[in-house]
């Protein structure tokens, strides 16, 4: 056993956990005033709005990959436009995947953070405000102490898609050595080449990573309603 963790390249590995990271950071970011817009707003196209940010849980990976590569090629005007400016390539290269892993795994922050934001107590902003405290207050000091269930889920939940994406990635990135060949891509190949030894090895650790992922997310939970139940 010892002998074939030896010969891993643990390389798709960290470029899965470096590309689930950025991503997550980028979708924290973004999807954390998005969220409380829905979560506040009364607005008639709030529903279209909650729909077309979840379409990458039903889109197949390989239309949202698809169109994601037709979006981001040299001939289109965002790809030609980071290549002349800023010399920076977005299909088959990481850049390109942070891209790719941030709209398909867009759904997985924002759902949980906009049901922890709805389901505030109204009364603590209420109170927060007859307070004193600005708005920009009272989301950094009431609003998001009291979601952190909600917080931790989503960025554990993101981490964890994006660590295991296999379609999209595939698409707009392919399979460069050190670039953006991911792990989920380095099983997939192993599997073509019949080497079913290292793909049960390499698909073993990420069971375990997706496992010890998840039950983190769980005993947290359960660990939190425990002191609210007290």
Avoid at 55 to 69: A, W
Avoid at 178 to 191: D, H, L, P
């Amino acid at each position: 056993m010892f002998e074939i963790l030896s010969h891993i390249n643990f390389t798709p590995f960290l470029l899965s956990f470096k590309l689930a990271f950025v991503t997550t950071v980028i979708l924290f970011v973004v999807c954390l005033p998005y969220a409380w817009h829905l979560s506040q707003t009364k607005s008639a196209f709030k529903p279209v709005l909650e729909a077309f940010s979840a379409l990458p849980i039903v889109l197949p990976p390989s239309v949202l990959g698809f169109y994601i590569l037709y979006a981001l090629s040299y001939n289109s005007p965002i790809g030609a436009f980071f290549d002349k400016y800023f010399g920076v390539k977005l299909v088959f290269d990481f850049p390109g995947l942070v891209v790719a892993s941030s709209l398909y795994s867009f759904p997985f922050m924002l759902q949980p953070l906009q049901n922890g934001f709805e389901g505030l107590d109204r009364n603590i902003l209420e109170a927060s405000y007859i307070g004193g405290k600005s708005k920009l207050e009272t989301m950094f000091k009431v609003v998001l102490p009291n979601i952190k269930t909600s917080i931790l889920t989503a960025v554990v939940i993101t981490f964890a898609h994006t660590v295991g994406e296999f379609g999209v990635v595939l698409m707009v990135g392919g399979s460069i050595p050190g670039k953006t060949k991911v792990a989920s891509v380095a099983i997939y190949e192993m599997v073509e080449e019949m080497d079913y030894l290292s793909a049960h090895v390499y698909s073993a650790i990420m069971v375990a990573i997706s496992f010890a992922v998840l039950l983190s997310v769980y005993l947290f939970n359960r660990k939190n309603a425990i002191k609210v139940g007290r």
